[in-house]
């Protein structure tokens, strides 16, 4: 299955963060807010560049090591993508509020992350994508899959690629697989990429009118 769930967005969602997102995939739903450039405590005051700190909220209950490694992934990510020199000794906080999880959450919040980021304007190198490829029993490949694909999949990877060469930002695996069956997920994972930079494009383009629309 090489078709990614529908996505829908909503921008600017909340009043209170300097930019933020709700975003649907399937019935995966998350909202990322981001705030700052704004005051950073002198403990993680970085005089190069600004501090980024991601904060991931579960549905319910305490945060497990699979939910810390999460936040570490998307951080890491974040930090590739936001140009952080620009904005020394300072802090951006990104806050991430699972809402459903349906399947690919790992995915879904990092690019709600990016959403967020492109709302509140912070000036960014790139623009990061991220898929969920799966590896079923019988060797099928299945992009975003949802809960119920993922118990059957023996294999799972979330590949995330940056906006401007398609290259690879971060790889998390599960499972083991073959050398070809990952170079099928890469090029599977990496033409999905595409239609999520551009359902960015549209998104941003769709809010602009909106404000324009209002003046």
């Not at 090489?2 to 399937?26: F, M, N, Y």
């Not at 995966?28 to 904060?55: C, F, M």
């Not at 209950?61 to 992934?73: D, T, V, Y």
């Not at 590896?135 to 118990?151: A, C, F, L, S, T």
């Amino acid at each position: 299955m090489g078709e990614l769930r529908p996505l829908t967005c909503d921008l600017g969602c909340l009043s209170r963060p300097d930019g933020s997102a709700t975003l649907t995939q399937g019935d995966t739903s998350v909202t990322a807010a981001v705030y700052g450039p704004t005051e950073v405590k002198i403990a993680k005051e970085l005089i190069d560049k600004s501090y980024v700190e991601v904060v991931y909220k579960q549905k319910s209950g305490l945060p497990s090591c699979a939910e810390k490694f999460n936040e570490r992934i998307i951080r890491n990510t974040c930090q590739t993508a936001i140009l952080a020199s620009l904005h020394p000794r300072t802090a951006i906080n990104i806050t991430i509020q699972e809402l459903q999880n349906s399947g690919s959450l790992l995915s879904c919040c990092i690019n709600a992350a990016c959403l967020c980021l492109l709302d509140c304007s912070i000036s960014m190198g790139c623009m990061v994508a991220a898929v969920c490829v799966g590896i079923d029993g019988e060797g099928g490949v299945i992009v975003d899959p949802n809960d119920k694909q993922e118990k059957d999949c023996s294999t799972y990877v979330t590949f995330v690629f940056e906006s401007k060469k398609k290259e690879i930002v971060s790889v998390s695996m599960e499972g083991s697989c073959s050398s070809e069956q990952f170079k099928t997920c890469l090029s599977v994972g990496r033409s999905a990429s595409e239609k999520i930079f551009k359902f960015y494009r549209d998104s941003i383009e769709k809010k602009m009118s909106k404000s324009l629309a209002f003046k």
